[in-house]
Nanobody, 117 residues
Framework: VQLQASGGGLVQAGDSLRLSCAVSGRTFSTYRIAWFRQAPGKEREFVAAIRWSGRNTYYKDSVKGRFTISRDNAKNTVYLQMNSLKPEDTAVYSC???????????WGQGTQVTVSS
């Protein structure tokens, strides 16, 4: 499984961005896809996840109501719509695939999101 994240950029507080994660390879083995982020000097943290089939979504508390994760199975792509961005959302965002449901097995390269105040 290969993942390609894109869509990051430099925005102002209150702006929106949409990240994309294109999945290729053995996509039929995908159980769940998630977005993680890592800010400078901090550990990587979970942001949001979605089941590859079904409607289950999961969010970090601090992004609930502002971020929305969705998928387009026909395009093998998962999106992260980020609204009302805050400077504390600044980080490198990466997508990851869980095959078995326990942990994440495949990771894509990150895309930088920078939110200025």
């Amino acid at each position: 499984v290969q993942l390609q994240a894109s869509g990051g950029g430099l925005v102002q507080a209150g702006d929106s961005l949409r990240l994309s994660c294109a999945v290729s390879g053995r996509t039929f083995s995908t159980y769940r896809i998630a977005w993680f982020r890592q800010a400078p000097g901090k550990e990587r943290e979970f942001v949001a996840a979605i089941r590859w089939s079904g409607r289950n979504t999961y969010y970090k508390d601090s992004v609930k109501g502002r971020f929305t994760i969705s998928r387009d199975n026909a395009k093998n792509t998962v999106y992260l719509q980020m609204n009302s961005l805050k400077p504390e959302d600044t980080a490198v965002y990466s997508c990851a695939v869980s095959v078995g449901g326990a942990g994440y097995d495949y990771w894509g390269q990150g895309t930088q999101v920078t939110v200025s105040s």
